[in-house]
DNA sequence: TATGAATGAGCGTTCATTCAT
DNA sequence: TATGAATGAACGCTCATTCAT
């Protein structure tokens, strides 16, 4: 039976992970020390997980679920989809900017081999909801006719580049600054 | 003193590493395996490099320096902006393509913690190229009054992502696709 | 209380535990499998036995002593002695190869360090029968006047060789190979 | 290019690996213990063997082609066979009784699970002298007619039981109660 | 009794780095 | 320079054993 203590401790587990990893990278974050810092002993780490690799693509999973839950929050329908298409690009960017820890992990592993790792179907199934969400758009004319594809992958890679660089501290962003991101974005992807 | 002999092994252990990570990842691309591929004793390698971060490093300073020399081979100054800006990013696209290894480095370095070891001036040194190109265009209003940064990031962020869709050999682009890809673009930061 | 659910119990890990060692030997055959073969919670293995190699020591036991009063089933005390010996010469080798889970781990175990942490009572107890069967025909003048150590040593030393042989696949022994052996064996002790 | 440094290094790695196995079995006998016998890094012994299990069965084969060799030692082929085969009998006594830890190990080898993991093929080329011996005086109508893989049991089986008991201290054999066993072994297998 | 999650010492193994040659 | 055997700290992982329930 699982009780909240079992979820409190693959809980703990996860983001002990997510913190090492997200600092120092995949092959600087020992085994050893995610256990220490999600306090358990190593050994109980493997019965919640098979091995690390099992436990970093898990962690992949269920922050990349998290992450697209996120971005379709306070979604209104009602409104146009030019509003509904701002509201999304930029919590995306701001939900990035307010979780670095999840918005490295998910950068460094899907530039990584552990990627393909994962069932396609799998990364299938976790995107499915932006490819909805603009392919609809593609369909009613709103956006321009390009392969759904071509069009995920040139709104939420421009948006992670922008994320990166207010978190390297390069830049700060303001909010007027989000603002005009959004419109290059969006006289970019937008039927003229 | 250097010769040719020198070059070619210092390139043969950047050529293994290369090999070796954009295949592997960091970890799994023991030296002791770049020295296998690249024909030399495990010693030899710390003769050209202090340590393994260090041949990483330079390898990637190596590739990018050659990457950012690549997308602008050909600029013909006597064009248009869009047209040079059209052949900029084409370039960038296809050049990555014919290099898949080159490109899965330098991906894996830029989003591991890896990149925060290099200077930042040195980066900045890297990328002015780019800079220099597309600030210009804002100045003489050809392009949106964006900060350069987030123009740079827009720009190179959704290449990067259209690259990594083809790659992945999850979708085939066609030189249409490619067209649709550049215009969407150039819509985006173009001045309306 | 001891009740026959406890006796299932018992006898449930005390069959796992042959059916991983004759199969995997010593080491792979962690208690966790043998908890799970047996059907018990890892820890309830330890309200039967102190541990892992008292639960080891305690099979051995078990397993020679049912091993010995198997190979004087249906002696026949009004039989010549040639006639009993032969019948317990074929009746080891036919019960071991009829029982290779056993007859492989009392092999290991009486190869391997375990066996010298059995008290030497203990093993002269067990092997009481044999020396008792053995020695009296010496004493009655009809096997050769050897120290019964070392004719028991030769009997069953041959007869495990020969039974190995035989499950091992090497060698597929018929009846009259066995009564070969037999003569063999029997030409060697008898007084001559 | 093989000195004899190397040779030193690869035989103190046997040399502590046979120490160790022979008097504590193979799980207890840690590669970190080995290096320090041997006086090698831990790494080192990965030089010379991919695995533990490798080295277990390098030794065994190390080990058994020398107590193969032993065993013939000044055989004198003008003498009688049965003067031969007493050489021969008594050689493997008195070569095991010398060399306590080889005999240990081959035995606890010979009677795990790690046997199997031997080509049957090697596991016949190591013991073709043995066959060879006994079955041309087979043909040659001295020894009784049984297939030689028997023989070659009965023969080996006898003697390694006697070995362990003069080894475990139980009985301490006199020269006479080795020409007994003799005597006993030549009586069951010589054509009568 | 019975459970099985939790422990943590200890395992086999890897690998960046060194250094005598 | 170039070598590659040697190092040993540190890794991922196992598993006998314990203990709160």
Same mark, same amino acid.
Request: hydrophobic share 40%.
């Given at each position: 039976?699982?009780?909240?203590?079992?979820?409190?401790?693959?809980?703990?587990?996860?983001?002990?992970?997510?913190?090492?990893?997200?600092?120092?990278?995949?092959?600087?974050?020992?085994?050893?020390?995610?256990?220490?810092?999600?306090?358990?002993?190593?050994?109980?780490?493997?019965?919640?997980?098979?091995?690390?690799?099992?436990?970093?693509?898990?962690?992949?999973?269920?922050?990349?679920?998290?992450?697209?839950?996120?971005?379709?929050?306070?979604?209104?329908?009602?409104?146009?989809?030019?509003?509904?298409?701002?509201?999304?690009?930029?919590?995306?960017?701001?939900?990035?900017?307010?979780?670095?820890?999840?918005?490295?992990?998910?950068?460094?592993?899907?530039?990584?081999?552990?990627? #393909?790792? /994962?069932? @396609?179907?799998?990364?299938?199934?976790?995107? *499915?909801?932006?490819?909805?969400? &603009?392919?609809? =758009?593609? +369909?009613?004319?709103?956006?321009?006719?390009?392969?759904?594809?071509?069009?995920?992958?040139?709104?939420?890679?421009?948006? #992670?580049? /922008?994320? @990166?660089?207010?978190?390297?501290?390069?830049? *700060?962003?303001?909010?007027?600054? &989000?603002?005009? =991101?959004? +419109?290059?974005?969006?006289?970019?992807?937008?039927?003229?």
């Amino acid at each position: 039976m699982k009780n909240s203590k079992d979820f409190d401790k693959k809980d703990a587990i996860f983001n002990a992970m997510l913190e090492l990893i997200s600092k120092h990278g995949f092959h600087s974050s020992p085994m050893s020390e995610v256990a220490k810092q999600a306090d358990v002993a190593a050994g109980t780490i493997y019965h919640y997980f098979k091995s690390k690799d099992e436990l970093i693509c898990a962690l992949y999973i269920k922050l990349k679920e998290k992450y697209i839950e996120t971005i379709f929050k306070n979604d209104d329908t009602n409104k146009t989809f030019k509003e509904r298409f701002r509201h999304f690009y930029l919590q995306i960017i701001n939900e990035s900017i307010k979780n670095p820890k999840e918005f490295y992990f998910l950068e460094q592993f899907a530039h990584s081999p552990y990627l #393909s790792t /994962i069932p @396609k179907a799998e990364i299938t199934r976790l995107e *499915q909801p932006v490819y909805d969400f &603009l392919r609809k =758009a593609v +369909f009613t004319q709103i956006l321009r006719d390009i392969p759904p594809k071509i069009l995920v992958a040139f709104v939420m890679g421009s948006a #992670s580049s /922008i994320i @990166k660089l207010q978190l390297s501290g390069e830049f *700060q962003m303001t909010s007027s600054d &989000l603002e005009l =991101a959004f +419109f290059t974005c969006w006289d970019g992807i937008k039927k003229s």
